[in-house]
């Protein structure tokens, strides 16, 4: 399973327990006692409520500058603080890989440990995943502590996180540290499909680094363009994750744009922002909060810059 960072202080309306799933062990989110959110009673729907970041690139040195000349710690740290500020209303926080800087060192991790420790002791779980500019090994250096003893597969960090109305399946696309395509390989397809098949109703979320199409020149600004800039194996990833109708989106980073689009098949795709490398000033830098409900997920945009235009953007994504 992915890196799961426990909470520190006491737990209240969050309750984890260890798992196993199919072909490997997993973290189970168990539904809330009784006691629940302050504001739910009987009338009030029943919710799975996630922090999505992505793209942190944090660096061993905390002052480190993106070319943009944006302080990717300084970012981290505005966000983590608006996301404790919620924590009675939130289940988790994923980071939806590239947690590093340019090449998964391990001091890139240590930094980045020690500012999500704030999180932990506000009683928040928090999830990771990697990219292309991570680095299994030093990553599972700077978090032993958690690394899971039976993962699903020895070569790639998944895992699956059971909610109340969905369940979130994280998936791992880093293929070759600090360089630009991603795969899954055949490996997790076959796990990701005996996955699905063992579970047909309950709605999925897919989290994965990537973009699924192999070039999208539109949003990553390299010259000249890497030849394969996203998955690799996309086309049989998408054609696994349209074949099976409880798989309602997949959310991605990867290529510091937001944006949510809809296929032919009802499959949502949902491209994360930046939420400390920023590629493009003018385009929004942050993280989303989404609210899964039993039939639909809602998404807010909520940007470092309040002021920025698309910030409080709000979309809902019907389940097909």
């Given at each position: 399973?992915?890196?799961?960072?426990?909470?520190?202080?006491?737990?209240?309306?969050?309750?984890?327990?260890?798992?196993?799933?199919?072909?490997?062990?997993?973290?189970?989110?168990?539904?809330?006692?009784?006691?629940?959110?302050?504001?739910?009673?009987?009338?009030?729907?029943?919710?799975?409520?996630?922090?999505?970041?992505?793209d942190t690139h944090i660096d061993a040195d905390p002052a480190t500058r993106s070319?943009?000349?944006?302080?990717?710690?300084?970012?981290?740290?505005?966000?983590?603080?608006?996301?404790?500020?919620m924590r009675d209303q939130l289940d988790a926080v994923v980071i939806n890989g590239d947690c590093a800087y340019i090449e998964g060192l391990r001091g890139d991790y240590?930094?980045?440990?020690?500012?999500?420790?704030?999180?932990?002791?506000?009683?928040?779980p928090i999830h990771l995943t990697l990219g292309n500019h991570d680095d299994r090994g030093?990553?599972?250096?700077?978090?032993?502590?958690?690394?899971?003893?039976?993962?699903?597969?020895?070569d790639k960090h998944i895992g699956v996180i059971e909610g109340r109305q969905v369940d979130w399946v994280m998936l791992d696309s880093l293929r070759f540290v600090n360089m630009t395509e991603g795969e899954l390989g055949q490996a997790q397809l076959e796990w990701l499909d005996r996955r699905l098949a063992a579970a047909p109703d309950k709605p999925v979320i897919l989290i994965g680094h990537h973009y699924p199409e192999k070039q999208r020149e539109d949003v990553i600004p390299i010259d000249p363009p890497p030849p394969i800039p996203g998955l690799v194996d996309g086309d049989a990833f998408l054609d696994l994750a349209r074949r099976r109708d409880q798989v309602k989106a997949y959310i991605y980073g990867h290529s510091h744009f937001w944006g949510v689009q809809t296929d032919d098949h009802g499959l949502h795709q949902v491209n994360l922002p930046p939420t400390a490398y920023v590629f493009r000033p003018e385009l929004p830098s942050g993280w989303v909060l989404a609210t899964a409900h039993a039939d639909h997920m809602t998404l807010e945009?909520?940007?470092?810059?309040?002021?920025?235009?698309?910030?409080?953007?709000?979309?809902d994504l019907r389940w097909r």
């Open positions: 399973m992915p890196i799961h960072l426990p909470p520190i202080a006491p737990l209240t309306r969050r309750r984890f327990l260890h798992g196993s799933a199919l072909a490997g062990a997993a973290m189970t989110l168990k539904p809330f006692s009784p006691r629940g959110r302050a504001a739910e009673d009987d009338t009030t729907p029943v919710t799975d409520r996630w922090a999505l970041l992505a070319p943009q000349d944006v302080c990717m710690a300084d970012n981290l740290k505005q966000v983590l603080a608006e996301v404790i500020a240590d930094t980045l440990a020690k500012l999500l420790h704030p999180v932990s002791e506000a009683g928040l030093p990553f599972y250096d700077a978090f032993a502590d958690h690394r899971p003893d039976a993962p699903p597969i020895d945009l909520r940007a470092v810059d309040p002021q920025h235009p698309r910030h409080g953007e709000k979309t």
